[in-house]
């Protein structure tokens, strides 16, 4: 049993919920996800099984929900270490923004966006096989190329959002760059 916070449209907590019941109804949630970039300004996507329930097979972030009781930086310190075997110390992880999304009728939730820039290779991830099954990093210039033609074998939240997110990752890797 995977227990979440139940949030009021405000995103205060107001209780705690089995994960399978909080989408069942379409309660709010906090979820977390990564822009992991690494020293060559390319963003991390991973392959999400052919077994998740939700979108199997699309190259996305990594991310997932926040545990109750948990923060949402421990929440995706977590997340990157079960999903890639990335061990990054919560200092590294600069939070974006906070979204307040309603992806569909039943998945409400709050999503906590974060940034970081690390130095792995794909050879240095340890995929969790019950969630990932391949990894690659790819330009900013291809995620635009992504959106441009739609492609279904990726998977964003809102993809009227991602024009935004692309900007703030473009000065992310000029930042980078610099230093």
Not at 105 to 118: A, G, K, R, S
Not at 151 to 176: A, C, G, P, S
Request: charged content about 35%; some cysteine.
């Amino acid at each position: 049993m995977e227990l979440l916070d139940i949030l009021d449209e405000d995103g205060n907590v107001i209780g705690i919920e089995d994960r399978k019941i909080v989408h069942e109804k379409g309660l709010w949630h906090i979820h977390v996800g990564v822009w992991i970039m690494n020293e060559e300004g390319k963003l991390l996507f991973q392959k999400r099984t052919s077994t998740k329930k939700r979108n199997p097979n699309k190259w996305t972030r990594t991310g997932g929900h926040v545990d109750s009781g948990e923060s949402p930086l421990i929440g995706i310190q977590r997340e990157v270490e079960e999903e890639i075997g990335g061990r990054i110390p919560t200092e590294k992880f600069e939070l974006l923004n906070i979204e307040k999304l309603e992806a569909d009728e039943y998945n409400h939730h709050f999503t906590y966006n974060y940034f970081i820039c690390v130095k792995y290779k794909i050879e240095e991830y340890t995929m969790q096989k019950e969630e990932v099954s391949d990894l690659k990093y790819i330009s900013i210039e291809e995620m635009e190329e992504i959106k441009r033609n739609n492609d279904e074998n990726y998977t964003f939240v809102k993809w009227d959002t991602i024009d935004e997110k692309i900007n703030m990752l473009k000065q992310k890797r000029e930042e980078i760059w610099q230093k």
